[in-house]
């Protein structure tokens, strides 16, 4: 049902998340004509006493656009106040999306709550919405909620949450964001393995040596120490972010593009996950990290962590996948490095040219790039490593990209899931970090100190290479 009036509540709607990225991304869809004025009302809900134009003007100040185009779509936008655990609140919401959907008489009820809030506040505030807010059933439609990341804390936690969840709405009516699954280049990750020749026969043991997912950061947890340090990187951006790129690059191809199938390979291969061996692990912590008042001074949390995956299936078996990810290191990018392995009867002597490599780069500067040796250009028959280069700037220069949250939300409005984290798949996830992650919090593993703008702890370069990543040159 693609039709009708739609209502998106945005709980949490004074926050940082709200006002950064889901207002945002929002504006983005109207201003791209995928919501429409008089098919869509925006209710922004949280505790601060605000008027409507209160909270405007401040999703304002993050909003880049044509004058009338932000007027227009503020218009779409009102402000109900209230608790996150009492049902007045939450009533008045009620009554104001229930007075918009009378006044738009369209038939079709569609209602989208997003929660930008702490996961504290999931379960009353679900429970909130089931009771008090939900489409009634007597009207054709729906209602969808999304959650966002962090999922709990380790295996149980997250079982819990996730029965508690479970308990006031169907699998298919919650969206579990991770909003990596967002981004143009991941989303290309299916395309890549799955329609192109080249790849099929290459994608396996026989000839990749090690891949590495590798995130980094170029500035710290400022302002964020508080919420950081409960966490740490392993459950802030590898358990999930890098996880589910993970997922994209190893699993299996499934039976065709329907979530579930997608779903069903990325479960799949998760469950082929062996334990993460402590050797296996390198964990740092940045020089200063602890100067932020919010952090205790004795703090072990990890600011930066590279852990191996061993996939114990027949196409991956003794491939390690290097998951590394970093805050206040010296740059900012995402990227996938599939590494091949060594070509055998080497007549060129260009090993110590390096490998070839597949690198795809999510961001910034979103680029595809295969590593090959050629022959240098000249009268020598000499070789040097160059690269087929895809560079989304230079080939899609006319192109904009869009935000991660822009799709997911407007995946959630159609109803597809397949960006979205299945609930069996948040499990397998958490199976494969908590016996790690409790190691660390019982501080039987230590942060190693690193240099804010470094690469990180050596360490980390040092069990790349112990499990055969070849550093190469030339690029
Ligand atoms: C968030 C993490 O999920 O992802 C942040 O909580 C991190 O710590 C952010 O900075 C990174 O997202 P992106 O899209 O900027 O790579």
């Given at each position: 049902s693609e039709q009708g009036c739609l209502s998106i509540i945005v709980l949490g709607a004074s926050g940082d998340l709200a006002k950064k990225k889901t207002f945002p991304a929002l504006y983005h869809l109207f201003d791209q004509g995928f919501l429409q004025s008089g098919e869509v009302h925006i209710f922004g809900y949280a505790r601060?006493?605000?008027s409507d134009d209160g909270l405007r003007e401040r999703i304002r100040g993050y909003l880049k656009g044509a004058p009338e185009d932000l007027s227009e779509f503020l218009q779409l936008i009102k402000y109900v106040s209230g608790?996150?655990?009492n049902g007045e609140g939450f009533e008045k919401l009620n009554k104001e999306i229930s007075k918009y959907e009378e006044s738009n008489q369209s038939g079709s009820y569609r209602r989208l709550f997003y929660l930008a809030l702490p996961p504290s506040v999931y379960p009353s505030v679900c429970r909130m919405i089931r009771t008090y807010c939900?489409?009634?059933s007597s009207h054709p439609g729906w209602t969808r909620v999304i959650v966002e990341k962090p999922f709990g804390k380790d295996l149980d936690s997250a079982e819990e949450l996730s029965a508690q969840l479970g308990e006031l709405f169907e699998e298919h009516q919650l969206y579990r964001i991770d909003h990596y699954l967002g981004k143009e280049l991941v989303q290309n990750?299916?395309?890549l393995r799955f329609a192109n020749r080249l790849f099929l026969p290459l994608w396996n043991r026989d000839n990749i040596d090690n891949i590495q997912i590798v995130f980094r950061e170029d500035f710290g947890t400022e302002g964020r120490g508080g919420y950081f340090d409960q966490y740490g990187i392993i459950r802030d951006i590898i358990q999930n972010h890098l996880l589910q790129v993970f997922c994209l690059v190893a699993m299996e191809k499934p039976v065709s593009l329907k979530p579930e199938h997608i779903r069903d390979e990325k479960v799949k291969v998760l469950q082929?996950?062996?334990p993460i061996k402590c050797e296996e692990v390198v964990l740092g912590q940045y020089d200063g990290y602890k100067d932020d008042p919010t952090v205790p001074d004795d703090s072990n949390t990890p600011t930066f962590a590279s852990v191996v995956l061993r996939v114990h299936n027949e196409r991956w078996e003794g491939v390690p996948f290097i998951l590394k990810a970093g805050k206040a290191l010296n740059s900012r990018k995402a990227e996938v490095r599939v590494q091949f392995k060594d070509v055998p009867g080497d007549i060129f002597k260009c090993k110590k040219q390096g490998r070839n490599e597949f690198v795809i780069r999510l961001q910034p500067s979103e680029a595809m790039y295969m590593k090959l040796t050629v022959k240098k250009p000249g009268l020598e028959m000499a070789t040097e490593q160059s690269e087929l280069d895809l560079s989304y700037g230079m080939r899609y220069q006319n192109v904009k990209i869009p935000e991660a949250y822009e799709r997911l939300i407007l995946d959630t409005i159609r109803g597809d899931q397949q960006?979205?984290?299945?609930?069996?798949?948040?499990?397998a996830a958490w199976q494969i970090f908590t016996p790690l992650l409790h190691d660390i919090d019982a501080g039987k593993m230590k942060a190693v100190p690193y240099q804010p703008g470094s690469r990180g702890p050596?360490?980390?370069?040092?069990?790349?290479?112990r499990v055969g990543y070849v550093q190469t040159h030339g690029y």
């Open positions: 601060s006493n605000l608790s996150y655990d939900m489409n009634p990750l299916l395309v082929s996950v062996n960006h979205f984290v299945r609930r069996d798949e948040l499990k050596k360490e980390a370069d040092e069990l790349s290479a």
